[in-house]
């Protein structure tokens, strides 16, 4: 019996954060009920005279932190994107991360790739990445970024975040502009909503609100799916937005399309794509940053 309370107690410490607060909630609140059922069966064995409450004072201490987290108010942008384990797309990356800039200069992150080791870069391995190259001159992506996006709401990070922000490993993205314009023209944002740059949201740059985002896992793979055959990962997201009654903004400031350095200039755009080199995507962070 004693080494059933040592187990139950240990799933207790873990549940309410004794931890170190690393098992998601949901896991928290299964070695919660792990926890009770481990104690009532600990104290089953008891005399009579020795019996006690199996542990509802711990389980409701727990519940109350639990609530207490889930009413934790979102701040910040979580930003991701899908990439190559080789080539000039990981080299992009690569750099990206070595300079910490694009989506690392983000309040957090998430790299999605088939390697979980980018050499020194460590991303969440999805299935392939590769895709077909389609005859209008981009490819059809739409299942690799449905895988990417089935990691990313396993791994929960945009709960705690009021932004997520998908975008391509050659755009040229600046966190701290999008950041300025959420704050001006969205700063209480917390309905499901998606802003883009046009009529058609561009694959380059997607901004989603947290709400969008729990929608979007809860529904989106049941009632998009006649939408996946779309070939491309943004008109899906388009078509599948609209089908959830996700509405959307418009910013015609979010991003810039252009193959020119000097065109980065430009202090009023959020991002530019796009910049496929390494030198290239330099030189427009640096017209950008003058």
């Known amino acids: 019996r004693s080494a059933m309370d040592e187990e139950a107690r240990g799933l207790l410490d873990e549940a309410d954060g004794r931890d170190g607060g690393r098992a998601p909630l949901h896991r928290r609140a299964c070695l919660a009920l792990l926890a009770a059922t481990?104690?009532?069966?600990?104290?089953?064995?008891?005399?009579?005279?020795?019996r006690r409450p199996a542990?509802?004072?711990?389980?409701?201490?727990f519940e109350q932190k639990l609530d207490a987290t889930a009413n934790v108010e979102p701040k910040g942008m979580l930003c991701w994107l899908v990439t190559l384990s080789f080539g000039g797309e990981l080299r992009l990356v690569q750099d990206h991360y070595a300079h910490n800039r694009s989506l690392f200069a983000c309040d957090a992150h998430s790299v999605?790739?088939?390697k979980s080791d980018l050499g020194g870069l460590t991303a969440t391995k999805i299935r392939s990445v590769s895709s077909r190259h389609a005859p209008w001159g981009g490819w059809y992506n739409t299942r690799v970024f449905l895988h990417a996006w089935a990691a990313l709401t396993r791994e929960g990070k945009y709960r705690s975040h009021q932004w997520t922000v998908k975008v391509?490993?050659?755009?040229?993205?600046?966190?701290?502009?999008l950041r300025h314009r959420l704050d001006v023209s969205w700063p209480h944002w917390s309905a499901p909503g998606y802003i883009k740059e046009s009529e058609v949201a561009l694959g380059p740059v997607e901004v989603f609100s947290g709400a969008a985002v729990e929608v979007f896992a809860k529904r989106g793979?049941?009632?998009?799916?006649?939408?996946?055959?779309?070939?491309?990962?943004?008109?899906?997201?388009?078509?599948?937005?609209?089908?959830?009654?996700?509405?959307?903004?418009?910013d015609h400031l979010l991003l810039k399309s252009t193959t020119l350095p000097e065109a980065c200039a430009n202090k009023s755009f959020v991002a530019f794509h796009p910049f496929v080199e390494v030198e290239l995507y330099a030189q427009c962070v640096e017209n950008a940053e003058r």
């Not at 481990?38 to 009579?48: G, H, I, R, T, V």
């Not at 040229?172 to 502009?177: L, W």
């Not at 793979?221 to 959307?248: K, P, Q, V, Y």
């Open 38 to 50: 481990a104690l009532a069966a600990s104290a089953a064995l008891l005399s009579p005279d020795e």
């Open 112 to 114: 999605f790739s088939d």
């Open 221 to 250: 793979e049941a009632e998009c799916i006649n939408d996946i055959e779309i070939g491309r990962e943004d008109g899906f997201i388009n078509a599948c937005m609209s089908r959830l009654g996700i509405r959307a903004s418009i």
């Open 168 to 177: 391509e490993a050659d755009t040229v993205f600046f966190p701290q502009r």
């Open 55 to 61: 542990a509802p004072a711990d389980l409701g201490e």
